[in-house]
């Protein structure tokens, strides 16, 4: 088939519907709800394996000591187990607790806080966070984009997120063709239509 074939069946798109479809645009409210949520999805897509080896080791360790508790006697079964908890839940916090505060220190200088209203839109394959601290722009096609149950998180550079929600202000459509367009254009692809 040469490039040049026309499918008489697909409906044309008029360059007024390309354009709208370019600048969909989603706009939401971030909460500290929204932002805890997003941080612990990128945490488990960008430290995953870090995560995940540290459990293993402490899953181990907290057995080897719960064991040996028990062995010797010297503490209650109960009492041991409180322990091996709060030593692997501290150690696993321990894990992140560094990316934690720099994502949060990046958010904030983006202005991603607690009740600040976002917007975030494709323009010029180039994707356009607008919040009260101003306007920052990032390629669309090094954007990592993962669909979670409240929305989609976009992940533009190391320690930064945005979490686009479902429920935000924008209409279905806009915010469907919004992560469409981002989808297409972090796949390389030229046209999102």
């Known amino acids: 088939m040469s490039e040049n074939y026309l499918n008489p069946y697909q409906p044309t798109v008029s360059t007024e519907l390309q354009e709208e479809q370019e600048l969909a645009e989603v706009r939401f409210r971030m909460t500290n709800h929204r932002l805890r949520y997003g941080e612990s999805k990128y945490l488990l897509h960008w430290h995953g394996l870090r995560l995940f080896l540290g459990s293993m080791i402490m899953i181990s360790a907290s057995t080897v000591i719960f064991i040996t508790a028990l062995y010797y006697g010297k503490i209650s079964f109960l009492t041991s187990i409180v322990i091996t908890l709060a030593a692997a839940t501290a150690s696993y916090m321990a894990l992140v607790h560094n990316a934690k505060i720099a994502i949060r220190e990046n958010l904030k200088r983006y202005g991603m806080l607690d009740g600040a209203v976002c917007s975030v839109s494709l323009i010029d394959h180039k994707i356009e966070l607008t919040t009260p601290s101003g306007t920052f722009v990032w390629p669309a096609q090094n954007m990592k984009i993962y669909k979670t149950r409240k929305g989609h998180l976009l992940c533009p550079e190391n320690l930064v997120f945005l ?28 046209n999102a239509a």
């Open 163 to 190: 979490m686009i929600p479902k429920a935000n202000e924008s209409t279905r459509a806009a915010y469907k063709q919004l992560i469409r367009n981002v989808k297409a254009r972090s796949l390389g692809k030229s």
